[in-house]
T-cell receptor, first 115, second 116 residues
């Protein structure tokens, strides 16, 4: 069974800092990995999607990397801003035991960027 | 423009009283998903529809049912809500299933369910 772990669970940084969020998964046979953002009481917004054949994706100040063999992904946020404060979740898609396509989420990292 | 719409945003129900949550989409996507997310936990997939093909997760309680009358709408029915069913319920859509290249899921804002 696929398990996704995110460390740390919470992070507080001053504005302007570069930071890294970590995600690990137990089954490397994934189709892709996504990073989502969730604001309090809201739904999820997809930030970046990395296919299993790719090693990284970039969007603005965000860069996500994927090391499938070691079961790890990182989300790098450059020059953090107070507006980046949110919970960041990673999710992997894979074929479950029943053959169904599944998306498994981590519990998220709650980020607070202090002005 | 809203693409995945969930109604209501907040729902209060009584213990054991059936409740229905609604999701609609303007993306014309084939797949619609329902997730349950409890406080500070990961979203957990309950089931999904690929067109009219219903796929239930193995550990989804029988208390949870779903209907998809057409491409645009999908409903989550909780037949007898318990206190443990209080959570955020997220609806999502995608063009195809998770193994397709470049596939991503689009989420609605969620419905927060409170059971009294």
């Amino acid at each position: 069974k696929q398990e996704v772990t995110q460390i740390p669970a919470a992070l507080s940084v001053p504005e302007g800092e570069n930071l890294v969020l970590n995600c690990s998964f137990t089954d490397s046979a994934i189709y892709n990995l996504q990073w989502f953002r969730q604001d309090p009481g809201k739904g999820l917004t997809s930030l970046l999607l990395i296919q299993s054949s790719q090693r990284e994706q970039t969007s603005g100040r965000l860069n996500a990397s994927l090391d499938k063999s070691s079961g790890r992904s990182t989300l790098y946020i450059a020059a953090s801003q107070p507006g980046d404060s949110a919970t960041y979740l990673c999710a992997v898609s894979y074929a479950s035991d029943t053959g169904r396509r599944a998306l498994t989420f981590g519990s998220g990292t709650r980020l607070q960027v202090q002005p | 423009d809203a693409m995945v719409i969930q109604n209501p945003r907040y729902q209060v129900t009584q213990f054991g009283k059936p409740v229905t949550l609604s999701c609609s989409q303007t993306l014309n996507h084939n797949v619609m998903y329902w997730y349950q997310q409890k406080s500070s936990q990961a979203p957990k997939l309950l089931f999904h529809y690929y067109d009219k093909d219903f796929n239930n997760e193995a550990d989804t309680p029988d208390n949870f049912q779903s209907r998809r009358p057409n491409t645009s709408f999908c409903f989550l029915d909780i037949r007898s809500p318990g206190l443990g069913d209080a959570a955020m319920y997220l609806c999502a859509t995608s063009r195809g299933l998770a193994d397709r290249k470049g596939e991503t899921q689009y989420f609605g804002p969620g419905t927060r369910l409170l059971v009294l």
